[in-house]
């Protein structure tokens, strides 16, 4: 996983270049920041509408960032005490983190999942980013290199274990619908923002929770 997701970084650095930031800011927004979703919806808006799109880019971006909220409230338990333990955890709790932690089968292995995937991503995705921006143009389109697509597959392994019972398979299909359906018609960030309220709504009412294991 944070290979995968470091690699993409590589995207993110040379698509903030390319949008006009250069290559001091595009590191810093990348150790400060420090979640990929926002990230890119606010270079994307920049480079749409120059300076005028900074409110809505730094809107889209804090909006889409904070599902990171949700994550923390779930990590809580995990992480366990410590103020300075804590705020470092609150850096580095993004979708990975959580995601690796959470399907771990007991409290140490989700704790050493989330401590090593985050601080992993953090040190990667920083220097891929960095990378990126450095070599701005060298690179050309960067989508060709399938980068766009390292992140997503890891998340799919991440997910596919999960999905032998009705419950978690209704809530991505009904997530992976919504979202689909919606992208081309709002701001980047918002599809994945309706595809967690769906996620929530379905998972939270347990309406299909009580069925039988499937067997694929």
């Known amino acids: 996983m944070a290979v995968a ?42 480079a749409s509408g120059g300076l005028s ?17 949700l994550y923390a409230i779930r990590m809580s338990p995990i992480i366990g005490p410590g103020f300075v333990k804590r705020v470092a955890a609150g850096w580095i709790t993004i979708d990975e983190s959580t995601a690796v932690s959470t399907v771990q089968p007991d409290l140490p292995s989700q704790r050493l999942g989330f401590w090593v995937t985050g ?16 070599l701005g143009n060298l690179l050309g389109d960067v989508r060709q290199y399938g980068l766009d697509a390292a992140a997503a597959a890891a998340f799919l392994g991440l997910v596919w274990p999960r999905l032998k019972q009705l419950q ?4 991505a299909v009904a997530a992976a619908v919504v979202a689909t359906v919606v992208t081309p018609w709002v701001p980047p960030g918002i599809p994945i923002i309706a ?6 709504v379905v998972g939270l009412t347990d309406w299909f929770g009580k069925n039988e294991e499937m067997v694929w």
């Open 5 to 46: 997701v470091s690699a993409y970084g590589i995207s993110f650095g040379a698509l903030s270049v390319a949008a006009g930031l250069d290559v001091w800011q595009t590191c810093v927004l990348s150790l400060l920041m420090f979640s990929g979703g926002s990230q890119f919806a606010l270079i994307g808006l920049v």
């Open 53 to 69: 799109a900074a409110p809505a880019a730094i809107a889209a971006s804090a909006l889409l960032g904070s599902r990171n909220t």
């Open 119 to 134: 601080v992993g991503i953090f040190i990667g995705w920083n220097l891929t980013s960095l990378a990126g921006a450095l």
């Open 168 to 171: 978690p398979v209704v809530v």
């Open 195 to 200: 595809a967690a309220v769906v996620a929530l």
